[in-house]
């Protein structure tokens, strides 16, 4: 089975897996925005996703170091990583103290901070051509980088939001 969904929330996503799992669908893989699931066992498996520091490794070692522990790297596109563990397993959770989960989401944010400057750029030069030539082509093309602008900004703002709890829990 296939399914398109666009997630800008990692936690959203990852309850979302978690969910078809519980409902007897096991990620097979992703890739922009479709995810294969193939049937499992109601619950069989626990999911996590992680957008890896960098990407200067060797895959198959990233993987191989994650079976180790008990864990299948599922897919990876760029540097999103899905990985899942069998419930029966145990519990299964990539950071499981605040430090570690700000670090988390001080990546996510800088990650699409990043991604937020370069579509600003590309809206404020879509709407100067629009401007200039009056095109229809320029105006769409502008309108849909200032709408991945706004998404992406907001996840910025979502992370900046989540990592201000932590700290606040942190004390």
């Known amino acids: 089975m296939k399914k398109f969904r666009l997630y800008y929330d990692k936690d959203r996503e990852q309850d979302w897996l978690q969910k078809m799992s519980s409902e007897g669908w096991a990620l097979k893989k992703f890739f922009l925005g479709v995810y294969t699931f ?3 066992k109601p619950g069989e498996y626990i999911y996590q996703i992680d957008l890896l520091e960098n990407w200067d490794g060797d895959k198959e070692d990233f993987a191989s170091f994650m079976e180790d522990s008990g864990v299948e ?3 990876q596109w760029y540097r999103w990583v899905y990985l899942r563990k069998k419930a029966e397993d145990g519990p299964f959770e990539m950071y499981t103290d605040i430090d570690s ?3 988390q989401y001080n990546r996510i944010k800088n990650f699409f901070r990043a991604a937020f400057i370069l579509e600003m750029g590309g809206f ?5 051509a629009a ?3 009056k095109s229809l082509l320029f105006w ?3 309108i849909l980088a200032g709408v991945f602008a706004i998404l992406f900004l907001r996840i910025v703002w ?6 201000e709890q932590l700290q ?3 004390g």
């Not at 404020?124 to 100067?128: G, R, T, V």
């Not at 979502?158 to 990592?163: A, E, L, P």
Request: net charge positive.
């Open 131 to 133: 401007l200039r030539t």
């Open 124 to 128: 404020l030069i879509e709407m100067n």
């Open 101 to 103: 989960k700000i670090n």
């Open 158 to 163: 979502r992370c900046q939001w989540k990592i």
């Open 168 to 170: 606040r829990e942190k």
């Open 140 to 142: 769409i093309f502008a």
């Open 38 to 40: 193939v049937p499992c």
């Open 73 to 75: 790297v599922v897919s």
